[in-house]
């Protein structure tokens, strides 16, 4: 299993934190231990000072697949959740400086937390998916899947141009204005439309 994440996929979050945005998906990715397990406690990690939050819908892969065509891109994923691309952000920026490759900032061991799976079957429409994030009850990040610069089938069909997709991969596909810090005891929540699918306290 693996985890491909997609940045700068909306133009408010590309331009909050400095970046210019793409014309073609941003790819990175995470280890299968980067995914925090069902019901296990998430801490805060001890080589970062500014832990991020960024919440982002997730697409879970159904068929192996290469070289995908846009078109067929829809048939390689059956169902999206929410979940946090946790940042080590001082780190990030540092390597970033540097021109140094991010997964010290992004791909640790459980920075990646994905809600409960939502089939596509019971979602109307994957180009009007809205979805919203919590900390401590305030609203702190809003987003829709027609926002995204790249669609899930172009994210899709991209990144098989150069990796395997396989049942089971993860990909999350980037997230919207609004990231910000974490710090011990915050409780953090995210939704689907109206429906609570992620619920997290930083220890
Ligand atoms: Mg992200």
């Known amino acids: 299993m693996k985890i491909f994440c997609i940045g700068r996929n909306y133009a408010e979050h590309a331009k909050e934190l400095?970046?210019?945005?793409?014309?073609?998906?941003?790819?990175?990715?995470?280890?299968?231990?980067?995914?925090?397990?069902?019901?296990m406690p998430f801490y805060y990690p001890e080589f970062t000072n500014e832990l991020h939050y960024e919440c982002e819908l997730v697409l879970r892969v159904c068929k192996n697949g290469k070289y995908?065509?846009?078109?067929?891109?829809?048939?390689?994923?059956?169902?999206?959740?929410?979940?946090?691309?946790?940042?080590?952000?001082d780190l990030q920026q540092e390597l970033k400086k540097k021109g140094l490759p991010w997964e010290k900032a992004k791909s640790w061991d459980?920075?990646?937390v994905v809600g409960t799976?939502?089939?596509?079957?019971?979602?109307p429409s994957a180009a009007d998916i809205r979805f919203s994030f919590k900390k401590n009850g305030e609203?702190?990040?809003?987003?829709?899947?027609?926002?995204?610069?790249?669609?899930?089938?172009?994210?899709?069909a991209h990144i098989s141009q150069y990796f395997s997709v396989n049942i089971g991969d993860l990909i999350f596909t980037g997230t919207p204005a609004g990231v910000g810090e974490v710090v011990v005891g915050d409780e953090l929540e995210a939704f689907l439309g109206e429906k609570s699918l992620l619920k997290l306290e930083v220890k």
Do not use: C
């Not at 400095?18 to 019901?39: C, I, R, S, T, Y």
């Open 117 to 123: 799976w939502i089939p596509f079957g019971e979602i």
């Open 139 to 156: 609203l702190v990040q809003q987003g829709n899947s027609a926002e995204m610069i790249h669609s899930f089938d172009t994210i899709v």
């Open 18 to 39: 400095g970046n210019a945005v793409p014309d073609e998906p941003v790819v990175f990715m995470k280890p299968k231990n980067a995914l925090l397990q069902p019901h």
């Open 110 to 112: 459980n920075s990646a």
């Open 68 to 89: 995908i065509q846009p078109q067929a891109a829809s048939r390689y994923y059956d169902a999206v959740t929410t979940g946090i691309d946790f940042t080590a952000r």
